[in-house]
């Protein structure tokens, strides 16, 4: 099992631009999530997702879209990229069994910068 | 709202001293907590999570309801203990409500 996988691992943007961050899992989880990781701040929840079509938001969802298509994959859109938005995410995955209580099992994350 | 609190921003203590991580949570169900340890150049992964009862690494955390603490210690620290560690909060049950919330982190130093 590859686990949680990331693509790209870094990313430079300009203001302005759009891109996504993609997140797959091979362990046939239901619960996906995305946080970024800020100095001080620690993990903020941006998007989450119990199932295949089910899409939540989190704490900080403002400038992000998710979707989420199939059980394994769940991208991360940033429409319009602004300096703020400069962070490490990183993708998460659980069973479904207990959603909110079972260990979450966390991607390598990707560093984005926007200039 | 779930909310978790870690008012520590860096922890440094000497190899063999005792280290408490405090933790603190708000949520008005019943909350599942977790510790998560990131190492340096590492992925972030499960330390230990409350329903367990476990120690790992030495490491225990007893959740306190009355005090909604789940504060994460160990009695003898190593230099390998160095590291982020957050704690988490997840709310019980499978509904579009489930998530879990990460406190701002608090980075162990420990000093030889």
């Known amino acids: 099992n590859a686990g949680v996988t990331q693509t790209p691992k870094f990313q430079v943007l300009k203001t302005g631009q759009s891109m996504t961050l993609q997140c797959a899992q091979d362990m046939n989880h239901e619960y996906m999530s995305w946080y970024r990781q800020d100095p001080g701040m620690g993990l903020r929840l941006i998007h989450y997702s119990v199932g295949a079509g089910i899409t939540d938001q989190g704490e900080v969802p403002n400038g992000y879209n998710v979707s989420r298509s199939t059980t394994e994959d769940f991208p991360l859109r940033l429409l319009s990229a602004a300096p703020s938005q400069t962070s490490v995410y990183f993708c998460?995955?659980?069973?479904?069994?207990?959603?909110?209580?079972?260990?979450?099992?966390f991607g390598p994350g990707t560093r984005l910068t926007v200039l | 709202a779930q909310r978790v609190t870690q008012p520590e921003k860096l922890l440094s203590v000497f190899k063999g001293a005792p280290v408490e991580l405090k933790c603190n949570y708000s949520?008005?169900?019943?909350?599942?907590l977790f510790w998560y340890v990131q190492y340096s150049r590492q992925r972030l992964q499960l330390l230990l999570r409350h329903i367990s009862r476990e120690s790992i690494k030495g490491f225990t955390a007893d959740l306190n309801k009355g005090e909604t603490s789940f504060h994460l210690k160990k009695p003898f620290a190593q230099e390998e203990d160095s590291a982020m560690y957050y704690c988490a909060l997840g709310s019980h049950g499978y509904s579009s409500a489930s998530k879990i919330i990460f406190g701002s982190g608090t980075r162990l130093s420990i000093r030889p």
């Open positions: 998460a995955s659980s069973s479904v069994q207990g959603v909110g209580t079972d260990t979450q099992y």
């Open positions: 949520y008005s169900g019943s909350p599942e």
